[in-house]
């Protein structure tokens, strides 16, 4: 590699490359994992809230052995988002037709669901099963939430995920330079999942339920900022 590139939206340069082959070099018996904590330790790659960019740093990688760059060493297991993208269960759930007036059900409560809980694997299969564009796994940082009625059954599945790198209408839009856009894009998401369930009519649109999300408190990072700005996805 003889010029400088942006990966990941990191700047690589001749010299990082050098480095990581370096680091392969002395560490033969090393694995991905331990390379990709090792290079975000070094350039101290984080995201918002501190945390190494181990996915970043792995994607990075991969991409530097696709253009023939440096020379990876083999997978010791399979890969985690393989394991992750195999089709859910099928679980059981309340499939009954909400009848009557919006009011009657409200509020309408959103249920964030953390790492692990109890709903998660709900919220996946009803996504795997109802939305037209299925789901498979979750990348990088992202937000799940359940809605639910004032009797606690289950309305809509939401699901936020990190902002693209460059979208040239929400670039233009929002009037950030490029310098603004990389030091705040950690306050951006994309709703990359809404599904209303069938059993809904027509009524509860989506702006409902949206509506509900923006009053959220929650962001990534866990910290509590008003300037978090929604991008929602048609």
């Not at 490359?17 to 392969?24: F, H, K, M, N």
């Not at 990688?61 to 195999?86: D, F, H, M, T, Y």
């Not at 299969?125 to 979750?138: E, I, S």
């Not at 599945?157 to 790198?165: E, K, N």
């Amino acid at each position: 590699m003889d010029r400088q590139q942006v990966i990941q939206g990191r700047l690589v340069r001749p010299e990082d490359v050098a480095l990581i082959r370096d680091w392969l070099r002395d560490h033969p018996n090393s694995n991905r994992t331990r390379l990709s904590r090792e290079l975000c330790s070094t350039w101290n790659w984080r995201n918002g809230a501190g945390q190494l960019k181990d996915m970043a740093a792995r994607s990075l990688l991969l991409k530097l052995e696709a253009q023939g760059q440096i020379e990876l060493p083999p997978r010791r297991s399979a890969s985690v988002n393989g394991l992750r993208n195999r089709q859910a269960v099928a679980i059981d759930h309340d499939q009954s037709l909400i009848q009557g007036q919006l009011d009657r059900w409200q509020p309408v409560q959103l249920e964030p669901l953390a790492q692990g809980a109890t709903d998660a694997a709900l919220f996946r299969f009803l996504l795997q099963r109802y939305h037209y564009l299925g789901h498979r796994n979750c990348v990088g940082e992202n937000l799940k939430y359940l809605a639910r009625d004032r009797d606690g059954r289950v309305l809509a599945c939401l699901l936020f995920g990190s902002a693209a790198w460059k979208v040239a209408g929400r670039d233009g839009w929002i009037g950030w330079t490029a310098e603004a856009r990389r030091s705040h894009l950690c306050r951006l998401t994309n709703n990359t999942r809404l599904l209303i369930l069938p059993k809904v009519p027509t009524y509860y649109d989506t702006s409902s339920v949206l509506s509900c999300q923006s009053n959220s408190d929650c962001c990534f990072g866990g910290t509590e900022d008003p300037a978090w700005t929604f991008a929602t996805a048609a």
